[in-house]
């Protein structure tokens, strides 16, 4: 009996040296869950889903607003309208260029951009990743910062799926 508790004991210690080793060299990456092995035959513990390390989500909806003080007394849909999400200051659009080579789409489908699950949720939106040239030689370089953009649907709704931080929007 004494020497299956030191086999199941030595068994624990490896496997909390394993998740010990994915915690460093996924730099704080969590993957949680449990799984138990048996000898000679496989478990399927099915899909295993955790939160995306390289991007998120912003999601909104944009309107246009008059305002008389603090009243608003008109409001429009901005609809069809390019957002740009940045790191950097744009001031000359003109500069926002897409990449040579592949560049970075992500798309985003059933999503509640605007919180009623009714107006937007049924918009399916793309993202594409480009950058601020700000040297104007038609070539990404180095130090010069992505930019996102987005097209709002016809609600004035957008979901942008971009890298984690923060980022000015612009249009």
Not at 37 to 56: E, F, L, M
Not at 103 to 125: A, M, N, W, Y
Not at 135 to 163: H, L, R, W
């Amino acid at each position: 009996m004494e020497k299956k508790t030191k086999l199941r004991i030595e068994e624990y210690i490896i496997v909390f040296a394993i998740i010990a080793a994915l915690f460093f060299f996924t730099e704080g990456f969590k993957v949680t869950g449990f799984a138990t092995a048996s000898k000679g035959i496989t478990a399927d513990i099915g899909v295993t889903s955790v939160t995306n390390p390289n991007y998120g989500a912003i999601k909104g909806t944009l309107h246009f607003v008059i305002k008389d003080g603090d009243a608003v007394i008109s409001t429009d849909k901005g609809y069809d309208f390019k957002l740009y999400f940045s790191t950097a200051s744009i001031t000359d659009y003109a500069l926002v260029k897409t990449p040579s080579g592949t560049s970075f789409t992500g798309t985003l489908s059933g999503i509640d951009p605007d919180g009623t699950e009714s107006v937007c949720s049924s918009s399916t939106f793309t993202t594409q990743k480009m950058y601020y040239d700000e040297n104007n030689n038609n070539a990404k370089d180095s130090g010069e910062k992505d930019v996102y953009t987005i097209m709002t649907d016809s609600n004035g709704c957008f979901a942008a799926k971009i890298a984690p931080g923060s980022w000015d929007i612009y249009g």
